[in-house]
């Protein structure tokens, strides 16, 4: 499975075709870094473990939320 979002990739596969693949990605496309078993991709941080892919959002919530004022009225 190949995930796309502007200029990144994401890619899952069965680990015995892996470097194949990247092989084949990098002969059609240059890229800037390519990461293995845990990465930031759009906005959300993924990580591999062998049973499980772990995906979360605490670095985009605690850099890019923040607290929003409402009127005293506006709350009801």
Do not use: N
Request: avoid cysteine; hydrophobic fraction near 35%.
């Amino acid at each position: 499975m190949v995930l796309s979002e502007v200029a990144d990739l994401i890619i899952s596969a069965d680990p015995r075709s892996h470097e194949d693949l990247k092989d084949l990605f990098q002969k059609r496309f240059q890229f800037g870094k390519w990461q293995s078993g845990e990465a930031d991709y759009a906005g959300r941080h993924i990580r591999q473990s062998p049973d499980k892919i772990i995906v979360d959002q605490e670095k985009y919530i605690r850099e890019q939320l923040v607290p929003m004022h409402i009127e005293k009225g506006r709350k009801d």
